[in-house]
Nanobody, 125 residues
Framework: QVQLVESGGGLVQPGGSLRLSCVGS????????MAWFRQAPGKEREAVSC????????YWADDVKDRFTISRDIVKNTLYLQMTHLKPEDTAVYYC??????????????????WGQGTQVTVSS
C-alpha cells in the first residue's frame, strides 16, 4: 500500500533553515501532484505548498513564497520542502500529501489522498 514517510523536522532558532523530506513507497510520485500541509496545536490544518506533475508550484500559506521552496526528485521518489528564514509562527507538524490529481489547480484534500504521519518543526530560541 501507499506509504509516505516524512523526515527532517526538529528544533531550530528563528531565522534558521530546515529541509523536510517525504519518501514515497508503492506509488510513482511523478504521476501525481504532491503537497505539504501543516497544523499547529489548536489551529486549523493549513495548506502550505503544492507541486504538479510538470513541476508547476503553488504556495498557499501566507508569507512562505519567498522563504519556502517545494521540489521533488523523481529518481529518489522523494518530495522536499526547503524552509529558510524560519519564524516561530512556522511551528507545526508538517505533512506530506499524495493527491489524486496531476495539477495543483483547485486542489482540496479528499478521501482518496494519502498522508504521512508528519514531522514536527519547532522554531524557538
Amino acid at each position: 500500500q501507499v506509504q509516505l514517510v516524512e523526515s527532517g523536522g526538529g528544533l531550530v532558532q528563528p531565522g534558521g533553515s530546515l529541509r523536510l523530506s517525504c519518501v514515497g513507497s508503492s506509488f510513482t510520485l511523478e504521476l501525481y501532484a504532491m503537497a505539504w500541509f501543516r497544523q499547529a496545536p489548536g489551529k486549523e490544518r493549513e495548506a502550505v505548498s503544492c507541486i504538479s506533475t510538470r513541476d508547476g508550484v503553488t504556495y498557499w500559506a501566507d508569507d512562505v513564497k519567498d522563504r519556502f521552496t517545494i521540489s521533488r526528485d523523481i529518481v529518489k521518489n522523494t518530495l522536499y520542502l526547503q524552509m529558510t528564514h524560519l519564524k516561530p509562527e512556522d511551528t507545526a507538524v508538517y505533512y506530506c500529501v499524495h493527491t489524486r490529481q496531476r495539477t495543483c489547480r483547485g486542489y482540496s484534500p479528499v478521501e482518496g489522498d494519502f498522508w504521512g504521519q508528519g514531522t514536527q518543526v519547532t522554531v524557538s530560541s
